[in-house]
């Protein structure tokens, strides 16, 4: 324990670390806050969870898609010059979602303006996971796993209380005032966020824009992170519909948030534990072995008699999320290729992001049609791909060097 602790407190102690976590934690929130309050909200002013899902979906989509395009932008023209005017677009967009549903226009605008909202939200994710191996090269270089765990450790705790905000403004103001909340936070988190000396520090890489069009996508290990990643983020975003509507199932919608965030607080405690150890066996191993756990906790779900069982299942589902992930990000950073970083992380969160979109859309459909175990028995079978994708692709993740095919 005291080991485990100490490594922490050595990445805390490298300077500037300590101050940009603490910065960028507000303009982060968001990504706790936007897919829960975007079903709540259009469930509420659509009534079906179909339509919720669906601009749910649209939103998760564009994020995912246009994810790798900024991030190449950010590694050609610089940080600040590229964040701050998507940020401006992206709060405008999802003020006019709300404007809109609140007027009751039709659930095809509600849609395109989830997209447009999602097109320019900023990868914080990938600009801060590339900033650590700067920040720790010349103090702890061989704590970046531990950086990386403690990174999405954060984003798990973001995940648990930004779906419990978004819970309580939704019921005890309404179910808008998440979605009006939210830009203000990446737009206040960013002011924060930019003055700090590593970010102003930013440098382009010399070897930026040399990758020809394919960019970061010219390393095999990249092409199977993103593989992999997708159904893996197709059984998260069918758990984030399922559980909502296990919750109304049960009679106590409100709770709908507590579930959720129980889930994403397993996660963080399967996360701590990863960093807290010492690794010595091939990343790409691990990420296989960490896979191959993942499916086996959402079938139990589908059997929850009641919301206390679910949220003690849920807790232990979550466990295997952020260690895989954080394996993910580390082999990530080593497969880039030189002055694509930022958009090398991009690609796994944009796979992940289109995979929870999709799985958004699929669990509200069945959900909508069929029963909430439906959504799990969907999430399990997603988490059982990603496992095979890994155990047949894991050499690809060795860190090799770039490849020159196309092909994937």
Request: hydrophobic share 55%.
């Amino acid at each position: 324990m005291n080991g485990a602790r100490e490594r922490y407190a050595r990445v805390l102690r490298v300077p500037h670390a300590r101050a940009l976590l603490l910065a960028e934690l507000p303009a982060r929130l968001p990504i706790g806050i936007n897919g829960l309050a975007i079903v709540l909200f259009c469930r509420e002013h659509t009534g079906s969870y179909a339509s919720a899902g669906a601009v749910a979906a649209g939103f998760g989509l564009a994020v995912g898609l246009t994810s790798p395009l900024i991030g190449r932008l950010i590694d050609r023209r610089g940080l600040a010059r590229v964040v701050v005017p998507f940020s401006i677009v992206h709060a405008i967009a999802l003020w006019a979602l709300v404007a809109c549903g609140l007027s009751d226009v039709p659930v095809g605008a509600l849609f395109a303006l989830a997209v447009a909202a999602g097109a320019f939200i900023p990868p914080l994710g990938s600009i801060s996971r590339a900033m650590w191996p700067r920040i720790l090269a010349r103090e702890e270089p061989g704590l970046l796993a531990t950086a990386l765990a403690l990174e999405g450790v954060m984003i798990e705790l973001i995940f648990v209380t930004g779906p419990l905000l978004t819970a309580a403004l939704a019921v005890l103001i309404d179910p808008a005032a998440p979605l009006i909340l939210s830009p203000l936070l990446l737009l206040g988190g960013l002011c924060g966020f930019l003055v700090q000396p590593p970010v102003r520090a930013w440098v382009i890489s010399a070897h930026a824009g040399s990758h020809g069009a394919l960019g970061a996508l010219r390393s095999a290990g990249i092409r199977t992170l993103i593989l992999t990643t997708a159904p893996m983020g197709f059984c998260f975003g069918a758990m984030e519909v399922t559980l909502p509507a296990f919750s109304e199932h049960e009679g106590h919608r409100p709770l709908a948030g507590v579930l959720v965030a129980v889930w994403s607080f397993g996660s963080a405690i399967g996360g701590l534990a990863y960093g807290a150890r010492s690794w010595s066996d091939p990343a790409a191993r691990r990420y296989a072995r960490l896979a191959a756990l993942l499916p086996i906790g959402y079938l139990p779900l589908a059997l929850a008699p009641s919301i206390p069982v679910m949220a003690g299942l849920a807790l232990l589902a979550g466990v295997c999320i952020a260690p895989t992930l954080t394996a993910g990000n580390q082999i990530a950073g080593d497969v880039a290729p030189e002055g694509a970083e930022t958009e090398a992380y991009t690609w796994p969160t944009m796979s992940l992001v289109a995979g929870i979109a999709v799985g958004n859309w699929v669990a509200g459909v069945l959900v909508e049609s069929g029963s909430w175990q439906l959504g799990c028995l969907a999430a399990a079978g997603a988490a059982s791909v990603a496992a095979l994708l890994a155990a047949l692709r894991w050499r690809t993740l060795s860190g090799a060097p770039v490849v020159q095919e196309a092909a994937l």
